[in-house]
């Protein structure tokens, strides 16, 4: 059984990983009704793995200048 999602309340860090991944995604913020359009149109494409690669890429940059991964 599939799950829809209609807000954000029961799970706020889904909503954190959804306004990372579209501001990363659109450069621009977006309402929760966007966030959660997006976030079923990723759903039904299978492409949820792009939250956490979205995600893991953010943590793994410090900022300008950051050579530690050179």
Known sequence: MKTEIKDFKMNPQLRELMKNYYGV?????A?????????????????????????????SWNGP??????
């Not at 359009?37 to 953010?58: D, G, I, M, P, T």
């Open 65 to 70: 200048g950051d050579l530690s991964r050179i």
């Open 25 to 29: 995604t659109y450069e621009m913020s």
């Open 31 to 59: 309402t929760d009704v966007d966030l959660i359009s997006e976030y079923q149109w990723l759903c039904k494409n299978n492409e949820l793995h792009l939250l956490f690669e979205c995600e893991r890429l953010a943590f």
